[in-house]
Each structure stands twice: as structure tokens, then as C-alpha cells.
Nanobody, 112 residues
Framework: QVQLVESGGGLVQPGGSLRLSCVASGFTFSNYGMSWYRQAPGKERESVATISSTGGSTNYRNSVKGRFTISRDNAKNTVYLQMNSLKPEDTAVYYC?????WGKGTLVTVSA
């Protein structure tokens, strides 16, 4: 079954950290670039970070540069999003995405 399953979300205080994971199955993971998107309440989905199939190239939206790091382990079919110095405006459902394929998302809430 072709799917993406995210985990690692939760409630964290401002300034805290979380690491999201996304396990892929049903396709050759190492052939695809991967992305993390997010959708905050009442807002449109937005791209957060992307990584190439080999992991050699990454891109981030400006608001998370220097705080978030995307990485992948092709041997484990997993992509990660390390999030540091979290802010309340990072609160959203975070989705793992492969061209046209979306996971169900994991909720990140940043609040005191």
C-alpha cells in the first residue's frame, strides 16, 4: 500500500523543539524528493521544507530558515523535520508529501 505516515507532533512551549518523522511505504522512496507542508487553523496549506531524493539539496520557507532542518534516511524510508525555537505561529497540522501523495498529518501546537 502506497502511503505516508507522520508522527512526532504534540504540544510544546515556545522556544521548544520537536522532531517529526514520516515513514513511506509502497514505493521506491529513494527515487523521490520529499516535502513537509503545514496548514494552520483558518489558513491555506504552505510549503515548509523540501529535500531532494538523495538528500543533497534542501529548501526552506523564509520563516523557518535557521530553525527547522529537513533530512532523510533512505535506508529507513523516512524523512524528518527537526523543529527548534518553535513559535506560536508554527502551530499547524504538518503533512509529509511526495508528488501528489499526502499523509494524514500530525498536529503541532506551540503554546505556553
Amino acid at each position: 500500500q502506497v502511503q505516508l505516515v507522520e508522527s512526532g507532533g504534540g504540544l510544546v512551549q515556545p522556544g521548544g523543539s520537536l522532531r517529526l518523522s514520516c515513514v513511506a511505504s509502497g514505493f521506491t522512496f529513494s527515487n523521490y524528493g520529499m516535502s513537509w507542508y503545514r496548514q494552520a487553523p483558518g489558513k491555506e496549506r504552505e510549503s515548509v521544507a523540501t529535500i531532494s531524493s538523495t538528500g543533497g539539496s534542501t529548501n526552506y520557507r523564509n520563516s523557518v530558515k535557521g530553525r527547522f532542518t529537513i533530512s532523510r534516511d533512505n535506508a529507513k524510508n523516512t524523512v524528518y523535520l527537526q523543529m527548534n525555537s518553535l513559535k506560536p505561529e508554527d502551530t499547524a497540522v504538518y503533512y509529509c508529501v511526495r508528488s501528489g501523495l499526502w499523509g494524514k498529518g500530525t498536529l503541532v501546537t506551540v503554546s505556553a
